[in-house]
């Protein structure tokens, strides 16, 4: 018998699929969330989905044997057919797909979502291959992982040489290209891997061009790959790991407190306004609304303190804390403020770039919400002209804002609680900030506009904390209008 790659690969049911036969030409699975009835099937095809279920010794099934399977009762069975549904069931999570090799695993894919898609290629020809764009390499825990943003898919490799290959793979290749150079084992096992790994869309066929269909594809030729990774990694249904608030580190590291460590440096008290004189004179929610514009221009002088001190209050005030629950491992303590917050975490630290503020010199400031006081971080000139040149350069403006709010995320506050969710809510706080923001300018008579991104050298030179323990996500510039 020759040794066809068909039968180093391998299909796996991840638990009984409660097969069925309620008729000559259906079959029916009972898989964990769904019923899935296959109809107007032949007698081949219809066999060899029942031999799905009904396995083998060892657990699994190859391809070759599933194809004998539907040939044997009928030799004109529509194999591609058996293949279809046989991703039907991938893509449910019924099935992994594998490729063996003298009783081990070679690589193993498993279906992402139920959205992804699985082609096999039964067919030889002369293929050129190259690594998707989207596909994302990592190690998780002991094992190497080769994501599939786009198909939905996970391999799980277990051969550092087939770790060999899918580097190789960087430049177009064929089948003969990598056997013998990188690939030190039977041909056919490697036709087995390159299968499934098109067929998770971890490799592609390319044109004569060297593009895969992605590159011609323009939703996905204009999509940068990691943001398709946030988005698959923080939605449910798109992602292999779990999603939501699973307080996976609760037990591991204490969560964060509520406000963050003061700032040695010296405080200064900012003016609060009368919150009385707010709610009588203030302009309606609906006319503040309709009243909003971004204003990238200023009036020359400076922006008053309590102007600041009243923007501050109004948007970021700490109203109360409340206190973490002991009893409760999944209690942290959190601040109520005028602002919604992802868990009320209000993982997001309010600093401002003063470059012309009255009674506050140039300088890099924190924002106590609590005290309402600012306390200086730097005066160093360079930096903070990094920051406010920065925002002066997004927003195209001709002369450097008065005051910069750098919103920098103190992201453990969210990672501690949420899974693959932690970075999506951090920008949907900024987000909520910038609108809450943009609003209380504009019943102030303040000049805002918010900014899509800004300079995390400069931030993390000012302050001296490394980008992944707290780091700007979100910039405001506020000044006196220009008339
Ligand atoms: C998330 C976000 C990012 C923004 N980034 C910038 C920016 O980097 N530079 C800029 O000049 N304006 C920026 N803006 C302001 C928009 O350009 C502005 O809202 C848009 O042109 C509509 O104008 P309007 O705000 O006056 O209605 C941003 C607005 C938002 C909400």
Redo the contacts with the bound molecule.
């Keep these: 018998m020759t040794d066809s790659w068909q039968d180093h690969l391998v299909i796996r049911p991840q638990y009984p699929l409660g097969a069925s036969a309620r008729s000559d030409d259906t079959v029916t699975f009972a898989l964990k969330r769904s019923t899935v009835t296959m109809k107007r099937l032949d007698v081949g095809v219809r066999a060899a989905l029942l031999a799905l279920d009904t396995g083998s010794a060892t657990g699994w099934i190859s391809i070759g044997d599933l194809v004998r399977a539907a040939r044997g009762p009928y030799s004109e069975a529509d194999i591609d057919r058996l293949v279809l549904e046989v991703g039907r069931l991938y893509a449910r999570g019924a099935l992994a797909v594998a490729v063996h090799d003298a009783g081990q695993i070679v690589c193993e894919l498993v279906s992402n979502s139920s959205l992804g898609g699985f082609g096999l290629e039964l067919h030889d020809s002369a293929t050129r291959y190259r690594l998707s764009r989207f596909a994302i390499i990592r190690r998780m825990d002991r094992e190497l992982w080769a994501e599939s943003l786009v198909a939905s898919a996970c391999l799980r490799i277990h051969s550092a040489e087939l770790g060999a290959v899918i580097t190789a793979l960087h430049e177009p290749a064929e089948e003969t290209d990598v056997v013998g150079s990188v690939w030190p084992k039977a041909a056919s096992v490697l036709r087995a891997c390159l299968r499934l790994m098109a067929a998770g869309g971890i490799i592609a066929p390319v044109d004569e061009d060297g593009l895969l269909p992605e590159d011609r594809e323009p939703a996905l030729a204009t999509r940068d790959p990691h943001d398709v990774l946030l988005h698959n990694h923080s939605r449910r249904g798109l992602s292999p790991l779990p999603v939501g608030a699973t307080f996976r580190h609760a037990s591991v590291v204490p969560p964060l407190p509520a406000l963050r460590p003061p700032w040695p440096g010296e405080r200064i008290p900012l003016p609060r306004p009368d919150p009385h004189r707010l709610a009588r004179t203030d302009m309606p929610v609906s006319v503040a609304m309709e009243r909003?514009?971004?204003s990238?221009e200023w009036a020359d002088q400076p922006l008053n303190v309590e102007d600041l001190g009243e923007l501050l209050y109004r948007v970021f005030r700490v109203r109360h804390l409340v206190a973490r629950d002991p009893a409760d491992p999944h209690s942290y303590e959190v601040s109520m403020r005028p602002l919604p917050s992802a868990g009320a975490a209000h993982d997001l630290e309010v600093y401002v770039a003063a470059g012309r503020v009255t009674q506050v010199g140039r300088g890099l400031f924190h924002f106590d919400p609590l005290q309402h006081t600012l306390t200086e971080v730097t005066t160093d000139p360079q930096t903070l002209s990094m920051i406010l040149g920065s925002a002066q350069h997004?927003?195209?403006a001709t002369a450097e804002p008065p005051v910069v709010l750098v919103l920098a995320s103190r992201f453990a506050r969210l990672s501690w609680k949420y899974e693959g969710m932690a970075y999506a809510a951090t920008l949907k706080n900024v987000?909520v900030a910038?609108n809450a923001l943009y609003l209380a300018t504009t019943a102030m008579g303040l000049a805002g506009?918010?900014?899509?991104?800004g300079d995390a050298i400069a931030f993390a030179t000012a302050t001296g904390i490394k980008p992944y323990v707290e780091s700007p996500v979100g910039e405001f510039m506020i000044g006196p209008v220009r008339i």
Aim: aromatic content about 8%; overall charge positive.
């Design positions: 909003r514009t971004s990238r997004s927003a195209a987000g910038y506009c918010a900014l899509g991104t």
